[in-house]
Every structure is written in C-alpha cells, then in structure tokens.
C-alpha cells in the first residue's frame, strides 16, 4: 500500500507564509523512516530536520509542497475563516497526489469532520482519515511534518536575509519578533509585506504605531 501523510507548519505566526506538505511513502519503506528516527519535527533541533529532509525526500515516492503566502492568508481571511483556510489548504495537497490512504494532521478540533472536508474538497478517491497529533503517531505524517518545517524555516532564513536583521521565530509570542515589527512599522509606517496584516498582533502594532 502507498501512503500519504500530509502536515503543516506555520499556521500561527504573525511572519512569513504556512507551508503544507504531503508526502507519498509505500508502506515497505515505513521500516526506513523509523530506521532513520523520523518523528515530530518539533522534537527535533533544525541541523536534523534538514539532514532527515534530505533523506526522506530520497525515500518518498512523491511529494507536494504548498506554500501559502501572508497576502494570500490575509485575503482568504476575508472571506473564511482560518480553518477553512486549512481544509482548503490540505485539499489541494490531498488533490496533487495519489496514494491508498490519506493520513492527516487535523486542523480541525472534530478530526472526523476536517478529514471529510478535505476529501469532499479535494475529490480525492482515497481513503482519508486526521487525527490530532497525527505526526507522533505515523511516520508518513511525521516525514511531512519535517518537510513542512524545514521549508517554513528556509523561508523564514531568506527574508531575515533580505533584511538583514533578526526576526525570531514569527510567532506573536516570540518577543524578537515583536519588536522587529513593531521597529519597522515605525519606520517604514506600514507592515512588512511578509507580516500577516489580520493577525492581532500586528493590528495591534499598527494601531500604536500609525
């Protein structure tokens, strides 16, 4: 049987796009990921996630990789909410690919629910079944989830060179972060383009700011 996992990474930061990957794995190779330690990649430091990466992308039978940009979030935020914005997201991995059974990371708090919604979206003819904390508990969600990861943060490596400063991790909680934002809409009287405008936080800064 082939297998896709499909996870996310960067749905909650204030900075840089959300990156949605699925990956196809036959069920043989499931041997291989354990082999290598693939697990959450949030219990991973970076230097492992991009060695794995590497790895993983030479053991995988396909993969999609979505990025969904700050000004797309922004827009679509208008018109649906973030976790439609999810299902939506996960369809079109769901759509590119072709495997027995989709295993999902679910946005969702009703797995059951997200995981239908991604099938009726998508139109996918495979099983499809989310679970929360799907990353620990299937190496093919986990091998996504590292790959998801390891895109957002070259993203997130290109624009702090673009820049040429620090700008943390991009989560509202992260106080480099903020201040970095809060730094340039002071001088620059406006967001960066790669901030998510709708997030709390940065109408927060914009209203103190402005």
Do not use: C
Not at 31 to 43: N, W
Not at 112 to 126: C, E, I, L, W
Not at 153 to 181: A, H
Not at 188 to 205: E, M, N
Request: no cysteine; net charge neutral.
């Amino acid at each position: 049987m082939r297998f896709l996992g499909a996870d996310e990474a960067g749905k909650g930061p204030v900075i840089g796009s959300m990156f949605v990957v699925g990956v196809v794995i036959d069920e043989e190779r499931f041997f291989d990921l354990a082999a290598l330690g693939v697990k959450d990649s949030k219990l991973l430091p970076p230097h492992r996630r991009e060695h794995l990466a590497a790895r993983i992308e030479k053991i995988a039978r396909d993969r999609y990789v979505l990025e969904v940009k700050p000004e797309v979030i922004d827009e679509l935020r208008q018109i649906m909410t973030m976790n439609e914005i999810m299902v939506k997201s996960f369809a079109r991995v769901v759509e590119k690919l072709s495997a027995d059974k989709a295993i999902l990371d679910a946005a969702d708090i009703d797995p059951n629910r997200f995981a239908k919604r991604v099938k009726d979206q998508s139109g996918t003819g495979m099983e499809v079944v989310a679970e929360h904390r799907a990353d620990k508990n299937h190496p093919v969600v986990a091998a996504a989830s590292i790959l998801a990861k390891v895109n957002r943060d070259q993203s997130m490596r290109e624009i702090e060179k673009s820049v040429g400063e620090e700008i943390g991790s991009g989560y509202p909680s992260d106080p480099t972060s903020v201040r970095f934002l809060e730094a340039w809409v002071k001088e620059h009287g406006d967001l960066p383009p790669f901030a998510r405008g709708s997030w709390k936080t940065a109408v927060r800064i914009k209203a103190r700011f402005i």
